[in-house]
C-alpha cells in the first residue's frame, strides 16, 4: 500500500483500551525494575540488556520493514548496530560512530535482492544504532546511573503525564494525521511531568541523605544544579514526544498497528521505546555538555 493512501485512511481516535489494563502493569512490573537494575549497576549487565534490546528491535524491524525476508534483514540490523554497541563497550567510541555509518551501508548492500527497499534495512541501523551507543556512553561516564535515571524518569514522566493530562482534559488533536489519539493538552502535561521528574532525580541524594544519613552515608550527591535539571527535563520530554511521533509515522508508512506483540498490553518493543531512543540522544548531547562545564 502506498504511503500517501495510508495517511489519508487513518483511523479514527480511539479510547483507551481499560481491558488490558492489568496486562500493561503486570508487563511494566517486570520489565521496569529489571531495566532499572541493569543500568544502575552498569557493566555486564547493563550490555546484555541493550544488546538483547538491540535483536528485539531489529527482529521487530524485520517484520515490519520487509515483511518478504524479515528473518534475514532483522539479522543484518541487528549485527551492524551490536558491532558499533561492542566497540563502544571498548571505550572507542569515534570508531563506534564510524561503524554505525559503515555497517549501516553494509546492511543495505546485504539486503538488495531480499528486501523491497533495501534503504530501510540501512535506516533501521541509523536508527537503533545511536540510541543504543548513547546509553553505552552514557553508563559508562562519571555518575552515570544517575544520568540513566534521570532519562528514564524524564521519559516515563513525559508519557505518563500525557496519557493522563490528555485523557483528562483531551482538547484539540496534537497532530491527526500520524496520531489521532494525541492532545495538545496531553503534549504540556508530559512537558511539566518530565520537567519534575528530572528535577526529583537531581535533588534526590541531597534528600537521601538529609533523612537517611546513617543507611545512605555513601551515596554521592548529584553533581547538577536544579536549573540546568529543569532544562534537561523539558528537553529529554520534547524528545520523547517527538520520537514517539516519529514512530506513529513509521508505521503509517509501513502499514502496521504496532511494531509486534512481545509485550502483552503494549504491543511491540519500539512502540514502549520509541520516546527513549530520541530522549537518550538529547541526553548524551546534554551530558556532554555537562562535562565540558555546563551545569555544574
Not at 3 to 11: D, F, K, Q, R
Not at 13 to 41: C, E, T
Not at 152 to 177: E, M, N
Not at 267 to 278: A, K, N, S
Given at each position: 500500500m502506498a504511503p500517501s493512501s495510508l495517511m489519508t485512511s487513518l483511523p479514527p481516535a480511539k479510547r483507551f483500551d481499560w481491558s488490558n489494563l492489568g496486562l500493561r502493569v503486570a508487563s511494566a512490573a517486570v520489565i521496569g525494575p529489571a531495566a532499572l537494575a541493569a543500568a544502575w549497576f552498569g557493566g555486564w549487565p547493563w550490555l546484555v540488556l541493550i544488546a538483547i534490546a538491540v535483536a528485539l528491535l531489529a527482529i521487530e524491524w524485520g517484520g515490519m520493514s520487509a515483511p518478504g525476508a524479515p528473518t534475514r534483514v532483522a539479522a543484518a540490523v541487528a549485527a551492524a548496530v551490536l558491532i558499533a554497541v561492542f566497540v563502544g563497550y571498548r571505550g572507542h567510541y569515534v570508531l563506534a560512530w564510524g561503524a554505525i555509518l559503515a555497517t549501516a551501508a553494509a546492511a543495505a548492500v546485504i539486503a538488495r535482492g531480499i528486501a523491497e527497499r533495501p534503504g530501510d534495512t540501512a535506516y533501521g541501523v541509523l536508527y537503533i544504532g545511536p540510541?543504543?551507543?548513547?546509553?553505552?556512553?552514557?553508563?559508562?561516564?562519571?555518575?552515570?546511573?544517575?544520568?540513566?535515571?534521570?532519562?528514564?524518569?524524564?521519559?516515563?514522566?513525559?508519557?505518563?503525564?500525557?496519557?493522563?493530562?490528555?485523557?483528562?482534559?483531551?482538547?484539540?488533536?496534537?497532530?491527526?494525521?500520524?496520531?489521532?489519539?494525541?492532545?495538545?493538552?496531553?503534549?504540556?502535561?508530559?512537558?511539566?511531568?518530565?520537567?519534575?521528574?528530572?528535577?526529583?532525580?537531581?535533588?534526590?541524594?541531597?534528600?537521601?541523605?538529609?533523612?537517611?544519613?546513617?543507611?545512605?552515608?555513601?551515596?554521592?550527591?548529584?553533581?547538577?544544579?536544579?536549573?540546568?535539571?529543569?532544562?534537561?527535563?523539558?528537553?529529554?520530554?520534547?524528545?520523547?514526544?517527538?520520537?514517539?511521533?516519529?514512530?506513529?509515522?513509521?508505521?503509517?508508512?509501513?502499514?502496521?498497528?504496532?511494531?509486534?506483540?512481545?509485550?502483552?498490553?503494549?504491543?511491540?518493543?519500539?512502540?514502549?521505546?520509541?520516546?527513549?531512543m530520541f530522549a537518550v540522544v538529547v541526553m548524551a548531547a546534554l551530558r556532554l555538555a555537562n562535562h565540558l562545564g555546563w551545569g555544574h
Amino acid at each position: 500500500m502506498a504511503p500517501s493512501s495510508l495517511m489519508t485512511s487513518l483511523p479514527p481516535a480511539k479510547r483507551f483500551d481499560w481491558s488490558n489494563l492489568g496486562l500493561r502493569v503486570a508487563s511494566a512490573a517486570v520489565i521496569g525494575p529489571a531495566a532499572l537494575a541493569a543500568a544502575w549497576f552498569g557493566g555486564w549487565p547493563w550490555l546484555v540488556l541493550i544488546a538483547i534490546a538491540v535483536a528485539l528491535l531489529a527482529i521487530e524491524w524485520g517484520g515490519m520493514s520487509a515483511p518478504g525476508a524479515p528473518t534475514r534483514v532483522a539479522a543484518a540490523v541487528a549485527a551492524a548496530v551490536l558491532i558499533a554497541v561492542f566497540v563502544g563497550y571498548r571505550g572507542h567510541y569515534v570508531l563506534a560512530w564510524g561503524a554505525i555509518l559503515a555497517t549501516a551501508a553494509a546492511a543495505a548492500v546485504i539486503a538488495r535482492g531480499i528486501a523491497e527497499r533495501p534503504g530501510d534495512t540501512a535506516y533501521g541501523v541509523l536508527y537503533i544504532g545511536p540510541a543504543a551507543l548513547c546509553l553505552v556512553w552514557l553508563s559508562a561516564t562519571n555518575q552515570g546511573n544517575w544520568w540513566i535515571m534521570m532519562l528514564f524518569a524524564a521519559t516515563w514522566g513525559a508519557d505518563i503525564g500525557a496519557f493522563a493530562v490528555g485523557s483528562t482534559l483531551k482538547g484539540p488533536k496534537l497532530w491527526p494525521r500520524f496520531s489521532p489519539n494525541k492532545t495538545w493538552s496531553g503534549f504540556f502535561g508530559g512537558l511539566v511531568v518530565a520537567t519534575l521528574a528530572a528535577v526529583g532525580i537531581a535533588t534526590l541524594p541531597d534528600l537521601l541523605q538529609a533523612y537517611f544519613p546513617n543507611v545512605l552515608a555513601g551515596l554521592r550527591p548529584f553533581q547538577l544544579n536544579v536549573w540546568a535539571a529543569a532544562f534537561i527535563g523539558l528537553a529529554v520530554g520534547l524528545a520523547t514526544m517527538a520520537g514517539d511521533l516519529w514512530e506513529s509515522a513509521l508505521k503509517r508508512r509501513f502499514g502496521v498497528k504496532d511494531s509486534g506483540d512481545l509485550i502483552p498490553g503494549h504491543g511491540g518493543l519500539l512502540d514502549r521505546v520509541d520516546g527513549l531512543m530520541f530522549a537518550v540522544v538529547v541526553m548524551a548531547a546534554l551530558r556532554l555538555a555537562n562535562h565540558l562545564g555546563w551545569g555544574h
